[in-house]
């Protein structure tokens, strides 16, 4: 089946720093990759929608000064935590969808955890 | 994208069928109703979709009622590695994007 390898798996960092997180789908192309963060005993909270060779989608209430989002192909998306402070720290899901449509799957990356210290 | 509704946690005994229920009562004709999982500290796990008939594959079975405003996954004989949190989510025909709920903790007791 489809996969996503997502990586670092987890990330520790100083306050102020920045974090860089890929997500690269291996085995098929991906036009548009998802970002998530879930922080403890939560449900996965929707970042940004990313499509290959354009800017990020962004939802309401994610700065997207802070968390850039690159998709330059179709089997890699980055994800950079920039200036990260303390209440950054969570689990970074990505996803990626091999074709259009409301059948597809999404298949998921393993996630980060990043913890700013 | 139209909410779904599902139980905070539920319990199963090991080797019994567990029935896990969706309501998604605002379902427009062209929503998919997909089922993901996931253990802890993984990300999800696709389960199973459909859009109005009932669906089987190799990891559960997907009821979907006949007027399509709830929903049920079904294991046919829960294991250990089956505890998991289950989302039920509604994905328009466009795909785009996809909000997990808050999903059903199962805990399967051996």
């Known amino acids: 089946g489809a996969v996503v390898s997502q990586h670092p798996s987890w990330v520790i960092c100083k306050s102020g720093t920045s974090v860089k997180i890929e997500c690269r789908s291996l085995?098929?192309?991906?036009?548009?990759m998802f970002w998530y963060r879930q922080f403890p005993k939560q449900s996965l909270m929707l970042m940004a929608t990313?499509?290959?060779?354009?800017?990020?989608?962004?939802e309401q209430g994610v700065e997207k000064d802070k968390f850039l989002i690159n998709h330059a192909s179709l089997t890699l998306s980055t994800l950079t935590v920039t200036s990260a402070h303390p209440e950054d720290s969570s689990f970074y899901i990505c996803?990626?969808?091999?074709?259009?449509?409301?059948?597809?799957?999404?298949?998921f990356g393993n996630g980060t955890r990043l913890t700013v210290t | 994208d139209a909410k779904t509704t599902q139980p905070n946690s539920m319990e199963s005994n090991e080797e019994e069928p567990v029935h896990l229920p969706c309501n998604h009562s605002t379902i427009s004709g062209t929503d998919y109703i997909h089922w993901y999982r996931q253990l802890p500290s993984q990300g999800p796990e696709y389960v199973i979709h459909g859009l109005t008939s009932n669906v089987n594959n190799r990891m559960a079975s997907l009821a979907i009622a006949e007027d399509r405003k709830s929903s049920t996954l079904i294991l046919h004989r829960a294991t250990l590695r089956d505890a998991a949190v289950y989302y039920c989510?509604?994905?328009?025909?466009?795909?785009?994007?996809?909000?997990f709920g808050t999903g059903t903790s199962l805990t399967v007791i051996p």
């Open positions: 989510i509604l994905r328009d025909h466009t795909g785009n994007q996809f909000y």
């Open positions: 990313s499509n290959e060779g354009s800017k990020a989608t962004y």
């Open positions: 996803s990626a969808r091999d074709q259009s449509g409301g059948s597809s799957p999404l298949h």
């Open positions: 085995d098929f192309q991906a036009t548009t």
